[in-house]
């Protein structure tokens, strides 16, 4: 498994934006699959944006497209959720997780997970 730590989360106005963090520890992390998820209050967690081990295009929800920018940086350890346009809809908590290889937009694929970190849109 690899060790998860969210940190960027906060308070913003509609239409601002935010920049997540998660740096990661542990085993290999460039062979991991890195993807971001988020739980509203009463919601089930859903798939936000991920890159795979090897790069390539990222996927995400089509709730964040043209929205949200996923990216990592492999000597950091650390991946990156960059938000701009943030609407009171995005209010949720952020988690990241990871996963051998390939990204899913299932969370049950995951292995390890962050901690999670409050991201609070006001309107």
């Known amino acids: 498994q690899v060790q998860l730590v969210e940190s960027g989360g906060g308070l913003v106005q509609a239409g601002g934006s935010l920049r997540l963090s998660c740096a990661a520890s542990g085993r290999t992390f460039t062979m991991y699959a890195r993807g971001w998820f988020r739980q509203a209050p009463g919601k089930e967690r859903e798939f936000v944006a991920g890159?795979?081990?090897?790069?390539?295009?990222?996927y995400y929800a089509d709730a964040v497209k043209g929205r949200f920018a996923i990216s990592r940086d492999n000597a950091k350890n650390t991946v990156y959720l960059q938000m701009n346009g943030l609407k009171p809809e995005d209010t949720a908590v952020y988690y990241c997780a990871a996963r051998p290889y390939v990204i899913t937009t299932s969370q049950v694929d995951y292995d390890s997970w962050g901690q999670g970190t409050q991201v609070t849109v006001s309107s």
């Open positions: 890159l795979n081990w090897s790069g390539g295009s990222p």
